[in-house]
């Protein structure tokens, strides 16, 4: 038996360096410390089971299966640069593991100082939150989730590796008062504005981090009723935060061009400017400006208002997001 263990063990750990290895060639994990802590936290004890999808729905692999060829299955898996569907309720995703290399990617966008309080919200398996932990301490660590199902599924496994971060069920977009103030906060659900309530728990100088259309927007907090910043380069896709409006089109609107509507560029435009623009507004926008990336557009907290914008927040292309 002792020899399964260590076998099955060892294979974890080369299935770890192997994925280290294909985060770095992505181009993160720059930072060492970042990088101790994917080759350290043990990403298949978050994911005892997860769905991929099949010809016939969602298939679940679990690492308690019978079949040896489907426990290994089930550990490869786990170990792949991919999101892994964890939990879906009725034909629908409801939470998952995001793909590492985005993890990586927006960890490191983070730009945590030792000693940083991180507020984390949609705690999903507890992966992020023991990277985290890793890297600053769980002490400093907060996770939020809507779930009680997800946070105690978290914190069960948080716990089986060794680390006890705050986690709490709850609203994300109420972010987390009794823990404030914070020094970043970090979200991996999609949202359809931010909340006002994340800025008044912030430090000055904080930054915050969240997916918003099919980016991701960082944001340096000037004060409790101001925070301004740029999307990052990358393109990212997360489940929406429960009880939001995900906002992103799901069909093709009549008379725009397939092509414009399947570029990754334009949707995102689209959809950032949703409340704004119709289709062919933000088509012709789009060409005009050079098919702008979305490094070129950010969102501005002022005052109660807050608004998304192409290249200048002042400048004549802006569009108010929905009350935060």
């Known amino acids: 038996m002792g020899g399964h263990v260590d076998g099955f063990a060892e294979e974890a750990a080369r299935a770890r360096r192997a994925l280290v290895r294909e985060i770095e060639a992505y181009g993160a994990l720059r930072d060492q410390a970042w990088r101790a802590a994917f080759s350290e936290v043990p990403r298949h004890l978050f994911v005892p089971s997860y769905c991929v999808s099949g010809t016939g729905g969602y298939e679940r692999l679990r690492s308690g299966h019978p079949d040896p060829a489907r426990r290994a299955r089930w550990l490869r898996g786990a170990y792949r640069d991919e999101p892994l569907a964890t939990r879906v309720r009725d034909g629908e995703l409801v939470s ?108 000055p100088g904080a930054l915050v981090l969240t997916p918003l259309s099919t980016g991701l927007v960082l944001l340096r907090v000037r004060d409790a009723a101001h925070a301004e910043g740029r999307f990052l380069a ?31 560029r334009f949707r995102f435009l689209f959809t950032l400017a949703a409340e704004s623009l119709d289709a062919r507004e933000a088509l012709a ?32 292309y802006a569009w108010p997001l929905p009350s935060g």
């Open 234 to 264: 990358t393109p990212a896709y997360f489940v929406a935060l429960r009880g939001g409006n995900a906002r992103f089109p799901r069909a093709r609107p009549m008379g725009l061009p397939r092509p414009a509507y399947e570029d990754d």
């Open 96 to 203: 998952s593991s995001s793909q590492p290399s985005l993890m990586a990617e927006m960890l490191e966008a983070l730009d945590v100082r030792d000693g940083q309080d991180v507020l984390e919200i949609g705690a999903g398996t507890g992966y992020n939150a023991a990277l985290l932990s890793h890297r600053l301490g769980a002490e400093h660590v907060t996770t939020v989730d809507l779930d009680e199902e997800i946070t105690e599924s978290a914190r069960t496994h948080l716990a089986a590796v060794g680390y006890k971060p705050t986690v709490i069920t709850g609203d994300g977009a109420r972010g987390c008062p009794d823990r404030a103030p914070f020094d970043r906060i970090i979200a991996t659900c999609t949202l359809p504005s931010i909340p006002y309530a994340w800025l008044t728990q912030c430090r």
């Open 285 to 316: 926008l789009w060409q005009r400006e050079g098919r702008p990336e979305r490094e070129r557009f950010g969102v501005t907290v002022s005052e109660g208002r807050q608004w998304a914008w192409l290249d200048d927040p002042e400048g004549p």
